[in-house]
């Protein structure tokens, strides 16, 4: 199997300190639809794991929630790709779940539903700490420059906590994935 695990906001869609509250508020990155399609084209299964504290803080419903990831699901799939399963995190930090990024609690959840270890599989993000639960199961982290993207570089520079791949944004990251694995 080939799978890659991705990030949503900031690398799939644009990111905000306010969170992201509804479908109309999901703004795609450019070239995001095009990089899960390609991924798809080439043979890879695309799965999301995002941290979605905003719905433990009250902010939007599960009926938001899933009208975003519908909104992406149906952008995708027009376009010849698509998304085998979104997985997330409804929970904030203070409730010290073991599903909240950079635990690995989510790809845990990503290994149990496909019946494989995630060791050596790329993962896309923009934070630290997308790149932290990667690196904590084996994953390949990949992080990309879009989101807060910038600014995680500059703490991985400062501390070196292991090896990741920079990419200018999904699209490049993509390119880089269906080339290397």
């Known amino acids: 199997m080939k799978l890659v695990i991705l990030d949503r906001d900031g690398v799939i869609n644009r990111d905000s300190d306010d969170y992201i509250k509804s479908a109309s ?3 795609i990155l450019p070239g995001s639809i095009e990089a899960i399609t390609h991924l798809h084209k080439c043979g890879f299964t695309v ?4 941290n979605q504290s905003g719905l433990g803080r009250g902010l939007f419903d599960l009926d938001d929630l899933e009208a975003m990831h519908q909104k992406l699901k149906r952008t995708v799939e027009a376009a010849g790709g698509e998304v085998s399963g979104i997985f ?8 010290q779940c073991k599903c909240r990024k950079p635990l690995p609690g989510l ?3 990503i290994e149990s539903e496909y019946a494989t270890s995630l060791k050596g599989f790329p993962l896309v993000g923009d934070s630290l700490r997308d790149l932290q639960a990667g690196a ?8 990309v420059k879009t989101g807060k993207g910038l600014k995680t570089l ?3 520079n400062a501390q070196q906590p292991f090896k990741t791949h920079v990419c200018q944004d999904l699209l490049e990251a993509a390119h880089y994935i269906t080339q290397k694995y």
């Open 136 to 143: 904590a199961k084996g994953c390949d982290p990949i992080l």
């Open 154 to 156: 500059e703490q991985l």
């Open 107 to 109: 790809l845990d959840a």
């Open 88 to 95: 997330y995190c409804p929970h904030t930090p203070a409730d």
């Open 25 to 27: 508020e999901f703004d």
């Open 47 to 50: 799965v999301v794991a995002t």
